[in-house]
């Protein structure tokens, strides 16, 4: 599916500790974004980038940080990680953002567990 | 900032039942996409709609946009238990509303079908 992989796939990790989690695509797509998924709450954009070292905050930005040095990687990190980010964490790509077009495909997601 | 409301958030039928989610956002739209997850999956598109009043159909599947361009609908005739999964509505703002790239997901339909 568009070429995007995400790593780690799983991950346990205790409060207060900082993970990265990356996600990685082939195609050189220029916007990419990641969301977290939690019951009740749908998809929520945290941050997105629409080139390297493009950025910008979505809904749900606090306590994250991200950054795209290279077209094929942008990186989530969560620098002292809270029980309230548990959650299964998708990376996304616009293939072609025209300006009426812009489906996104999604990653395999990462589960996040904060103990 | 732009929400976008889904309804029901649970359904439960009978295979070869019927099924509607309804979404509302609460500003204009330029566009409505439809995603489907299946039980431990990713996102995947299905479609997208972008004009005002606008129906489009993929074999059991029949996707509306409101006149207004702020609701939507999806309806499923004749379920099958390959039907079952959470469906999504995501909404791309104006440009009067911020749209860019971004979209605003409802909070998904969690669609289940017994035999």
């Known amino acids: 599916d568009a070429g995007i992989t995400q790593s780690p796939r799983h991950k346990v990790t205790e409060t207060g500790t900082p993970v990265t989690l990356r996600c990685h695509q082939t195609?050189?797509?220029?916007?990419m974004y990641w969301y977290r998924q939690d019951p009740g709450h749908g998809l929520r954009l945290i941050h997105y980038?629409?080139?390297?070292?493009?950025?910008d905050k979505g809904e749900v930005s606090d306590g994250y940080s991200v950054s795209r040095s290279k077209t094929e990687d942008f990186l989530l990190t969560l620098e002292s990680a809270t029980s309230s980010q548990t959650s299964v964490y998708f990376c996304?790509?616009?293939?072609?953002?025209?300006?009426?077009?812009?489906?996104?495909?999604f990653g395999p997601g990462t589960r996040l567990t904060v103990l | 900032g732009q929400q976008v409301m889904q309804i029901p958030q649970y359904q439960h039928v009978q295979e070869g039942e019927d099924f509607t989610t309804y979404c509302n956002s609460s500003?204009?739209?330029?566009?409505i996409q439809w995603y489907k997850q299946r039980p431990g999956g990713h996102p995947v598109f299905l479609i997208q709609?972008?004009?005002?009043?606008e129906v489009k159909k993929q074999k059991r599947l029949t996707f509306q946009f409101g006149e207004a361009k702020k609701n939507s609908s999806l309806h499923i005739t004749a379920t099958q238990t390959t039907d079952v999964g959470t469906y999504f509505c995501?909404?791309?703002?104006?440009?009067?509303?911020?749209?860019?790239?971004?979209?605003?997901f409802g909070t998904g339909t969690q669609l289940k079908v017994e035999l």
């Open positions: 980038s629409y080139g390297v070292k493009d950025t």
């Open positions: 996304a790509i616009t293939p072609t953002p025209r300006e009426s077009y812009n489906e996104q495909f």
């Open positions: 195609e050189n797509h220029r916007y």
């Open positions: 500003t204009t739209l330029s566009n």
């Open positions: 709609l972008v004009k005002s009043g």
């Open positions: 995501a909404g791309r703002g104006t440009r009067l509303t911020g749209g860019g790239n971004k979209l605003t």
